[in-house]
C-alpha cells in the first residue's frame, strides 16, 4: 500500500482517539464519581483539565513539528496520548485523574496540531480533498460513537476502559507512523513563541479555576480574586508580548478582519453552550433519572447522530447560502433546541429532551462545517495556519470556561434549594453538605448519609433542586447560543473571504476545526 494511505490510517486513528476523549468521558463522570467519592468541582476538572492543555498547546505544537519534523512530533503526540491514557485508567484519585487528564490534553494537541501538515504533505494537491473528507468523516465518527461507547465500556467492564482502550490503538498508531509516514519540516519555521505560551497558559489556568473555586469558596474568596485578578493581568501581558513580538503566537493583525472575529465568536458560543452542557445534562440523566452508562450514551444519540448527518448536508449548502446565514441560522436552531430542553420537572423522564436533541443537533451540525471554513477563508494562505489554530483554541477555551462557569452556577442553585427545602426538619443541620452531595448528582450517596424516613424527602427536595438548576444553566446556555447568533450575523461579511484563502501545505501545521468541541 503507497505510503500516502498509511499516513491517512495513522492520523485517522491518532485524531479519532483524542476526539472520543472529548466525548466519552461524559458518560463515565457518575462512575468516577462514585468510585473516588468526588465532589462537582472533582468532575470539572476532569473535563477541563484535558480542555486545558489543548487550548495552551495547540498553536505551539503546530510550531514545534513544523521546526524539528512533524512525524517525529506527531509520534511524540501518541506516546504521551497513550501514556496519559493509561495513568488516567489507574487513577486512584480524582486528581489524579485530572493531573493525567491533562497529560493526556497535551498528546492531544500535538497530534491535532500536526495531523493535517501530515496530510498535506503526504497528498498532491487534487487529491487532498479525498483525505480531508476521510479525515471529516472520522471526526464526525468520532463525536457520534463517543457516548455510545463510552457507556459500553463503562456499563459492560468499568469507566476505567475508556482510557485503557486507547493503549492498543496508541501502539498500533505509532507503529504505523514511524515505519510508513514519511518526515516533512517547514524550511526556516520559526522558534515557538514561549512568552506568549506562558502567559495565555497561565491566564487561561486562572480564570478556569477561578471560576470553578467561585462555588465552594465564595466569588469574594481569596482564592478567587486572586485568580481571577492574575488571568486578567497574564492575559494583558499576553496580549503585550504579542504586539511586541516579531514572531507572535497571536497575530493580533487578524483582530482587525471583522469576519475572523466572528468565527472567534462562534468557536467559542458553540462549545460554551450546548457542548458544555452536555456534563450536566449526562450526570441528570444517570444520577438523577437512573439510567446506566450505556442507556444514557444511547439517549444521546438523537443529539449527536443528528449532527453527523447535518454536517453532511451542510457542507452543500455551503454552495448556495452564504457562510453567515448558516452560522447564525445553526446558533438561532441551538437556541431555540436548549429552550425546548428547558421546562423540565421532577415528574418527566429522558424524552423530555427529545425535540430540543434533535433541534439542537441540527444547529450544530450547520455551524460546524461552514465555521471551518470562516477560520482560514479570510486570511491569505500563508496565514491560514494560525488562523485555523487560533479558532480550535477558541473551541477549547469555551469548553473549559462554559463547564466551568455552568457548573458553579449549578452547584449554588442545588444547594440553595436543598438547604431551604430541609429547613426546619431533622436535615436542617446537614443541609449545606447534603446541597454540595447533591448537586454533582451524587444523589444516592447523599440519600445514604440520612435516616431512613428522611431519604424520601431529600430524594423529593433534591430532584426538584437539580432540575430547576439544569433548567436555570440551559436557559444561560441559551443565552450564549442567541448572543452568538447575533455577532456572527453581524460580523461575518461574504467581502471579508479572501480569493485564495485555502491552507497551503506550510500553512496546515495548524489543525482543522473538529466536528465538536
Known amino acids: 500500500m503507497d505510503r500516502k494511505w498509511w499516513t491517512l490510517i495513522a492520523v485517522c486513528i491518532g485524531v479519532f482517539m483524542l476526539l472520543l476523549d472529548i466525548t466519552i468521558v461524559n458518560v463515565a463522570l457518575p462512575a468516577i464519581e462514585t468510585a473516588f467519592k468526588a465532589s462537582l468541582s472533582d468532575l470539572q476538572w476532569v ?55 491533562g497529560f493526556q490534553g497535551i498528546g492531544g494537541a500535538i497530534m491535532f496540531a500536526t495531523a493535517l501538515a501530515l496530510l498535506a504533505q503526504a497528498f498532491e494537491p487534487k487529491e487532498r480533498h479525498i483525505a480531508f473528507a476521510a479525515f471529516g468523516a472520522v471526526t464526525g465518527v468520532a463525536v457520534a460513537v463517543g457516548p455510545v ?14 482510557f485503557f482502550v486507547n493503549a492498543p490503538i496508541g501502539v498500533f498508531a505509532l507503529a504505523v507512523t514511524l515505519m510508513r509516514v514519511a518526515e516533512s519540516k517547514l524550511p526556516g519555521a520559526p522558534r515557538p513563541d514561549l512568552p506568549g505560551f506562558i ?21 469574594g474568596s481569596t482564592t478567587v480574586v486572586v485568580s481571577l485578578a492574575a488571568a486578567a493581568v497574564l492575559m494583558a501581558t499576553f496580549l503585550v508580548i504579542e504586539r511586541r513580538s516579531a514572531r507572535p503566537m497571536l497575530d493580533l493583525g487578524l483582530l482587525r478582519v471583522p469576519t475572523f472575529n466572528g468565527g472567534l465568536a462562534a468557536a467559542w458560543g458553540i462549545s460554551a453552550s450546548i457542548f458544555s452542557l452536555l456534563t450536566y445534562l449526562t450526570i441528570y ?8 452508562a450505556v442507556q444514557a450514551g444511547i439517549r444521546f444519540l ?4 443528528v449532527i453527523f448527518i447535518t454536517a453532511a448536508v451542510a457542507g452543500r449548502l455551503t454552495a448556495i447560502v452564504q457562510t453567515r446565514f448558516l452560522i447564525a441560522g445553526g446558533f438561532g436552531l441551538l437556541t431555540v433546541g436548549m429552550l425546548l430542553m428547558r421546562g423540565l420537572t421532577a415528574a418527566e423522564g429522558w424524552t423530555h429532551f427529545l425535540p430540543g436533541f434533535i433541534v439542537a443537533g441540527v444547529g450544530s451540525g450547520l455551524i460546524n462545517v461552514p465555521l471551518a471554513s470562516t477560520a482560514v477563508g479570510v486570511v491569505r494562505p500563508e496565514r491560514a495556519g494560525m488562523a485555523s489554530g487560533i479558532n480550535s483554541t ?7 470556561t462554559g463547564v466551568a462557569a455552568l457548573g458553579s452556577i449549578l452547584a449554588s442553585l442545588v444547594k440553595s434549594h436543598v438547604v431551604s427545602g430541609v429547613a426546619g426538619t431533622a436535615l436542617a443541620r446537614h443541609g449545606a453538605a447534603l446541597g454540595t452531595a ?6 444516592a450517596s447523599a440519600a445514604r448519609a440520612v ?18 438548576a439544569l433548567n436555570a444553566i440551559l436557559l444561560i446556555g441559551a443565552i450564549i447560543a442567541a448572543a452568538a447568533a447575533i455577532v456572527t450575523l453581524a460580523l461575518i461579511r461574504q467581502k471579508d473571504f479572501h480569493p485564495a484563502g485555502a491552507p497551503s501545505p506550510e500553512a496546515a501545521s495548524a489543525p482543522p476545526e473538529p466536528v465538536t468541541a
Open 149 to 162: 461507547l463510552g457507556g459500553i465500556l463503562t456499563s459492560g467492564l468499568s469507566w476505567r476502559w475508556i
Open 285 to 292: 440523566i444517570q444520577n438523577i433519572l437512573g439510567y446506566s
Open 394 to 400: 477558541f473551541r477549547q477555551v469555551g469548553i473549559a
Open 302 to 305: 438523537p443529539f449527536t447522530g
Open 438 to 443: 447533591v448537586s454533582s448528582g451524587s444523589l
Open 199 to 219: 502567559t495565555f497558559s497561565l491566564s487561561l489556568a486562572g480564570l478556569v479555576y477561578g471560576l470553578i473555586e467561585s462555588e465552594p469558596d465564595g466569588w
Open 451 to 468: 435516616p431512613g424516613p428522611e431519604q424520601h424527602l431529600l430524594f423529593s427536595v433534591a430532584k426538584v433542586g437539580y432540575v430547576d
Open 47 to 101: 473535563i477541563d483539565a484535558y480542555a486545558l492543555t489543548l487550548a495552551a498547546l495547540l498553536l505551539t505544537a503546530g510550531s514545534l513539528a513544523d521546526l524539528f519534523g512533524r512525524r517525529i512530533v506527531f509520534a511524540t503526540g501518541i506516546v504521551i496520548f497513550t501514556l496519559g491514557s493509561i495513568l488516567c485508567g489507574l487513577a486512584q484519585s480524582a486528581t489524579m485523574l485530572s493531573l493525567s487528564r
